[in-house]
């Protein structure tokens, strides 16, 4: 059971927080990085049945193990660097663009993984086979997961260039799979107030009348 102070811990607790990130790129590459892990231990018990290939396969799952927490902060970072740009105005496009790049690589990444883990699913140990294609699972759910991040964020960036090319009055505020556009803006001159009458009650009007008769009455009373 993962203490709570593990990596393990503090990564979930930092995934269901209230922050922007980490948030589900980088839940996509954590999930590529057990895959990989994964696969590392099948092709490490491997070495006897698939000589020519287990010793390359394990190394280069390490590498791709290593790749993926690598990633896993980088999608972080990317996302938040793309919220302090949008808020600041400034390099919006470089850091809408990193929040696709990202998700790209967990993608291609992924791929490779899948693809390692079908040899080792013929080749490698048989009595770790369940274990290979659990890791080629894990890997496509992780290319899912960024293939789908790659296609949401890439129409925030179509959006934010043609919202760019509208100009000022038509721009609106990117987020991660947003697509609400931003308050409309007010001219600072415009000081028009709109004054609307409300109208007046039956008490008013009664008042208002028994006021005019109580005026005709002393009218006469003064002529006598």
Do not use: C
């Amino acid at each position: 059971m993962p203490t709570p102070e593990s990596p393990l811990s503090r990564f979930l607790d930092a995934l269901s927080s209230a922050r922007p990130a980490p948030a589900s790129g980088s839940a996509s590459a954590a999930t590529l990085a057990l895959a990989a892990a994964l696969l590392e231990k099948v092709a490490r018990l491997s070495a006897k049945h698939w000589a020519a290939g287990a010793a390359q396969a394990q190394i280069r799952a390490n590498a791709l193990r290593l790749h993926s927490e690598e990633l896993l902060e980088l999608d972080a970072k990317a996302y938040l660097d793309f919220v302090d740009a949008s808020r600041s105005g400034q390099g919006v496009a470089a850091a809408l663009q990193r929040t696709i790049d990202v998700p790209i690589e967990i993608a291609q990444a992924a791929a490779e993984v899948v693809d390692l883990a079908r040899h080792l699913e013929s080749n490698g140990n048989p009595n770790l086979r369940a274990d290979a294609a659990a890791a080629a699972i894990l890997a496509q759910a992780a290319a899912t997961t960024a293939e789908m991040l790659v296609r949401v964020n890439e129409s925030a960036r179509l959006r934010s260039s043609r919202d760019r090319a509208d100009g000022p009055d038509r721009a609106r505020e990117q987020s991660r799979g947003s697509d609400r556009p931003s308050p409309p803006r007010t001219a600072r001159g415009d000081r028009s107030k709109r004054v609307v009458r409300r109208p007046e009650s039956s008490r008013s009007r009664s008042a208002s009348a028994g006021s005019q008769s109580t005026r005709r009455a002393r009218r006469r009373g003064e002529s006598r």
